[in-house]
């Protein structure tokens, strides 16, 4: 169906920056949103960015100013830029692509996830 594969977690010191990549591929007929959440130890998981086919972005006000969500659709490629990393940034990073596969019955949409990849913000 559909596999995201994410990278460019690590370890950053606090004020630092780190940037995520996101690669989508399978069966995809259309992406119509692109995003990213995070899950920190013991908390929900919660939206950090997304961005639709038509290039709208949103972002929570914890994030908003730091960080910056972009896709390349002809790759189904999606990016996050954290700038000014603080330690309760720290979490697993998620990849989310709300797409329509096509199958041999028709087409279907769906919201797809990748594993994760962790971003941890300390001195």
């Known amino acids: 169906q559909v596999q995201l594969v994410e990278s460019g977690g690590g370890l950053v010191q606090p004020g630092g920056s780190l940037k995520l990549s996101c690669a989508a591929s399978?069966?995809?007929?259309?992406?119509?949103?692109m995003g990213w959440y995070r899950q920190a130890p013991g908390k929900q998981r919660e939206v950090v960015a997304d961005?639709?086919?038509?290039?709208?972005?949103n972002y929570p006000d914890s994030v908003k100013g730091r960080f910056t969500i972009s896709s390349d659709n002809a790759k189904n490629m999606v990016y996050l830029q954290m700038n000014s990393l603080k330690p309760e940034d720290t979490a697993v990073y998620y990849c989310?692509?709300?797409?329509?596969?096509?199958?041999?019955?028709?087409?279907?949409?769906?919201?797809?996830w990748g594993r994760g990849t962790q971003v941890t913000v300390s001195s």
């Open positions: 989310m692509a709300d797409c329509t596969i096509a199958q041999a019955m028709g087409y279907m949409r769906g919201r797809y």
């Open positions: 399978g069966s995809i007929f259309s992406i119509n949103t």
């Open positions: 961005i639709t086919s038509g290039g709208s972005t």
